[in-house]
């Protein structure tokens, strides 16, 4: 009997649409105990990951018998897909499927961002009156810079066009715009800097977009720009984002992703209540309806391979 390993969390009914199929071992904390998946990965002919499981060269090398492996959720960063396509084994992401969650992270954060709101809620919280000390402002007619305009990167869009945003959109590996995204405007990342009051980041994190944004980039940004990280913590320098903050070359960040997960003390201790900042632990995409179609999609695409 096919045999699939999960490592991470599912929704319920999809495990048990996948149990009902097939033998599977499901714990949500495996990816933490690393020698045992070392030790067990060989009888398995699927996997089932989200991002925190490392199915690195080593553990695929033990896992001699997969064929299958599915993600659940969109970057490939945390699976090696050289060796995998080397090896005939099928790496299934789940794209497209919590693009809804992450478009309505990216439009609230920018709300909330643009009017203040981190920071009136800080000085009310301490008994202060800030309501003529800081300043906000309204989310229409801003415009949103996002780079990488893949399947969520559009969602994006058509929520911000929703929400009376202007877009402008950096893809280098999208040759043209369809006819349904006529109101967002091509750009290259010098405009994205210059033009954007916001900007959106939803790229894979690769040796070309890793740092893409640090310190050359923030002196370029001449309007001061709100930066939302949704993709891959690296891709953003979080040394040179909080400087640049200090020295007003932006007027806020949202970050759900960071180059180490959960943040170390060397990040979180130059954060202070006072700046106008939303941190979140990796849960732009993840939601009650977004984990259900993720793990649908996953399982559905399961069952078909092996069948």
């Known amino acids: 009997m096919i045999k699939i390993l999960i490592t991470e969390f599912i929704n319920q009914n999809s495990l048990d649409n996948l149990n009902n199929k097939f033998e599977v071992k499901y714990n949500e904390k495996l990816w933490e105990n690393i020698d045992e998946l070392n030790h067990i990965i060989v009888d398995y002919d699927g996997l089932i990951v989200r991002n925190k499981t490392q199915v690195n060269l080593n553990l695929l090398k033990k896992g001699s018998n997969l ?38 992270y990216v439009v609230s954060s920018s709300m909330s961002l643009i009017k203040k709101i981190p920071m009136f809620h800080n000085g009310t919280a301490k008994g202060e009156w800030p309501r003529t000390t800081i300043k906000s402002a309204e989310i229409k007619q801003k415009y ?110 949202a970050l759900d992703v960071f180059e180490t997960e959960p943040i170390k003390s ?23 309806e977004s984990n259900i179609r993720v793990s649908d999609f996953i399982v559905k695409k399961t069952i078909e391979y092996f069948n």
């Open 67 to 104: 064929k299958f492996i599915g993600r659940l959720g969109v970057g490939l960063d945390n699976i090696d897909t050289k060796y995998c396509n080397l090896k005939n084994i099928h790496v299934q992401p789940a794209s497209g499927m919590n693009a809804d969650s992450v478009a309505e």
């Open 144 to 253: 949103l810079g996002i780079i990488g305009f893949g399947t969520i990167g559009k969602k994006v869009a058509e929520y911000a066009l929703k929400n009376g945003l202007k877009v402008l959109a950096y893809d280098p590996y999208l040759p043209v715009l369809n006819d349904n995204e006529i109101n967002t405007k091509f750009s290259n990342l010098t405009e994205i800097y210059e033009q954007s009051d916001i900007i959106s980041l939803h790229l894979p994190l690769t040796e070309e977009t890793k740092n893409l944004i640090n310190k050359l980039s923030f002196s370029q940004m001449k309007k001061k720009p709100i930066i939302i990280n949704t993709s891959r913590g690296s891709i953003v320098n979080e040394i040179d984002l909080i400087n640049a903050y200090n020295k007003n070359l932006i007027s806020g960040f």
């Open 266 to 288: 060397e990040l979180y201790k130059k954060i202070n209540p006072e700046m106008n900042c939303i941190l979140t632990p990796h849960i732009s995409g993840v939601t009650t």
